[in-house]
């Protein structure tokens, strides 16, 4: 199955330290076809950076990133992250606000291609329209 992973649950399928914390949410990557939303690339390249990792552990995570399927900026999926954002706004959903963007980003990468997020923020229950994969 399909299955659009948080930067956060990816993030700790690289780490020791974090994966101890979610490991319960990781092991339901396992079996799956794992995409991920461009923006949860640059979150991860982002953290690569300020934590100042060097070239071994960057070259591992270039690796991860290419064993998934990264999902394409398209015109389509802009339209969904817009009619997401609005839709989240007249339900009164956090993700319409701009605090939760990046959020915002990932769950319309995973109502775009129809697939289920996994993820362990509170912030994407209720979603309007999008599946929690549990």
Known sequence: M????DTGI????????RRAHLEPHVR?????QVFLAGVTVSELRYGAL???WGEPRRHRLEESIQATTVIPLSDALLGA???LRYACRL???????RTHA???WIAASA???????LAADGVFENTPGLTLHQ
């Open 2 to 5: 399909r299955l659009v992973v």
């Open 10 to 17: 990816f993030s700790a399928s690289l780490s020791r330290r």
């Open 28 to 32: 339901r990557m396992a079996g799956h």
């Open 50 to 52: 300020v934590a100042q």
């Open 81 to 83: 992250i817009a009619e």
């Open 91 to 97: 339900a009164g959903h956090p993700l319409h606000d």
């Open 102 to 104: 990046n959020d915002l």
């Open 111 to 117: 109502l775009h291609i129809g697939a289920p997020l």
